[in-house]
């Protein structure tokens, strides 16, 4: 049975058992193996574990490493499961996987977005059991449209002659059985290289979880490919991998599969130097949730909506601006930027607003000539009762006002119906 850690963002662990009721308590060896891994991972060029966790030392304490704003699993090479889950805040109790899930369909890296996540049974799963029944879904729906044969390659030693001679094989093979031929040829079946991947993930999963409910259901699974040969070379035969209008059907199972045999995460984090981990920056993720609903909810009206837009720079063609949200209606212009990050009843200390991002707004207001900009936060308990925070400029028929809106991530919808009366009303 895997040991399972659930934690939020910006918790800190540490292994001094002292310390267990103030901080999340993990064993000496686990603690060692996730801080070797950061310090692993920030010894390769392309990757910067720092940006997911952070190691430091606290007095009386000794070292403690805090999780950023990623949140998913990381599975440490001992079985022990990190589970990292988001701060997300509402006026209800829902649970915050299944709001999670919501957002991570906006996000396109992404691969399922069709799923309900009111009909998973988050509350007795881990992140990573959600991701293998979505995987079992979608594998679910191939088999009942059935699964597709091709024309595939095969290499073989046979008695008879066919297709084309591989000399190379045949000398190494052959040289005194000359009644034989090793040949290259095409054979049409299920054996094709998308169901031998299949086949291979269900295998790897099942060895995977710990949920029976899952492990029942990639038995059943596995009965359909009884006559699929498992794959041996991933990368052989992703390279095989065709994704076109025959194929379609494949295409979210592939993608998950690729994360699941290749190890690979939503970021760049490679992964080598741990078991498995499936992190999602949730910067990233509030933009593309935000920008998807209220894209959508704009898409009848006079609005037009323009996503990470790359109109200008600060200076000529050098420093971009890349405001999240830009929007137009033929009498003005609006900015909107997400910020993943929990302010506080603080108006001494600008309730949490950072200076560089207000720094951010300006530059946006001045380039874009928008005399509205409005930065989008996450709701919080703190800041739920709150008055509406802004600021101006003051500067004559050059002022911009850049205005507070907190998102309820929990009824995203509500939340920007009502943020879209807000800023109709400031432009008319």
Same mark, same amino acid.
């Given at each position: 049975m895997k040991k399972l850690i659930e934690i939020k963002e910006y918790d800190i662990l540490t292994c001094n058992q002292a310390f267990k009721d103030e901080y999340v308590y993990l064993d000496n060896d686990s603690f060692e193996q996730l801080e070797n891994m950061i310090l692993h991972c920030n010894e390769m060029e392309d990757v910067d574990a720092y940006d997911f966790f952070s190691v430091s030392t606290k007095r009386h304490v000794g070292k403690v490493i805090r999780a950023k704003n990623y949140v998913g699993i990381v599975q440490l090479k001992n079985g022990t499961q990190i589970q990292i889950l988001p701060k997300i805040h509402g006026k209800t109790a829902i649970d915050p996987k299944k709001t999670f899930l919501k957002m991570l369909k906006s996000l396109?890296?992404?691969?399922?977005?069709?799923?309900?996540?009111? %009909? @998973?049974?988050?509350?007795?799963?881990?992140?990573?059991?959600?991701?293998?029944?979505?995987? !079992?879904?979608?594998?679910?729906?191939?088999?009942?449209?059935?699964?597709?044969?091709?024309?595939?390659?095969?290499?073989?030693?046979?008695?008879? =002659?066919?297709?084309?001679?591989?000399?190379?094989?045949? @000398?190494?093979? /052959?040289?005194?059985?000359?009644?034989?031929? =090793?040949?290259? =040829?095409?054979?049409?079946?299920?054996?094709?290289?998308?169901?031998?991947?299949?086949?291979?993930?269900?295998?790897?999963?099942?060895?995977?979880?710990?949920?029976?409910? %899952? !492990?029942?259901?990639?038995?059943?699974?596995?009965?359909?490919?009884?006559?699929?040969?498992?794959?041996?070379?991933?990368?052989k035969d992703f390279s095989q991998v065709k994704i076109d209008r025959n194929s379609k059907d494949y295409e979210t199972i592939m993608q998950w599969s690729k994360i699941f045999l290749n190890n690979e995460s939503f970021t760049t984090f490679s992964g080598h130097s741990f078991a498995k981990a499936?992190?999602?920056?949730?910067? &990233?993720?509030?933009?593309?949730? !935000?920008?998807?609903?209220?894209?959508?909810?704009?898409?009848?009206?006079?609005?037009?909506?323009?996503?990470?837009?790359?109109? =200008?720079?600060?200076?000529?063609? &050098?420093?971009?601006?890349?405001?999240? !949200?830009?929007?137009?209606?033929?009498?003005?212009?609006?900015? @909107?930027?997400?910020?993943?990050?929990?302010?506080?009843?603080?108006?001494? /200390? /600008?309730?949490?607003?950072?200076?560089?991002?207000m720094y951010q707004m300006y530059a946006y207001a001045k380039k874009y000539h928008a005399k509205e900009i409005w930065i989008l936060y996450p709701l919080n308990t703190e800041v739920e009762q709150m008055k509406e925070i802004y600021f101006n400029t003051n500067e004559g028929d050059q002022s911009a006002e850049v205005r507070v809106f907190f998102v309820d991530c929990h009824h995203v919808e509500d939340s920007l119906e &009502?943020?879209?009366k807000k800023f109709t009303l400031a432009t008319q």
């Open positions: 396109q890296e992404f691969p399922s977005k069709t799923f309900n996540e009111t %009909n @998973l049974r988050t509350d007795h799963m881990t992140l990573l059991e959600i991701f293998i029944r979505l995987y !079992i879904e979608e594998v679910q729906k191939l088999i009942k449209k059935g699964l597709k044969s091709s024309y595939y390659a095969m290499e073989d030693n046979l008695n008879v =002659y066919k297709g084309k001679m591989v000399f190379s094989q045949q @000398l190494k093979y /052959n040289l005194v059985h000359r009644q034989r031929f =090793y040949t290259r =040829y095409d054979e049409f079946g299920m054996n094709r290289a998308e169901n031998r991947l299949i086949k291979a993930t269900l295998l790897y999963l099942l060895k995977q979880s710990t949920s029976n409910d %899952n !492990i029942n259901e990639i038995r059943k699974q596995l009965i359909h490919f009884e006559l699929i040969e498992q794959s041996k070379n991933y990368s499936l992190l999602f920056p949730m910067e &990233k993720v509030f933009e593309s949730y !935000i920008g998807f609903h209220l894209k959508k909810l704009l898409s009848d009206s006079a609005w037009h909506v323009q996503l990470q837009d790359k109109g =200008y720079h600060l200076f000529q063609g &050098k420093f971009a601006l890349r405001p999240d !949200i830009v929007l137009t209606n033929g009498t003005g212009k609006i900015i @909107l930027d997400t910020k993943w990050k929990m302010l506080s009843n603080t108006p001494h /200390n /600008n309730y949490g607003i950072s200076q560089a991002d &009502k943020l879209v």
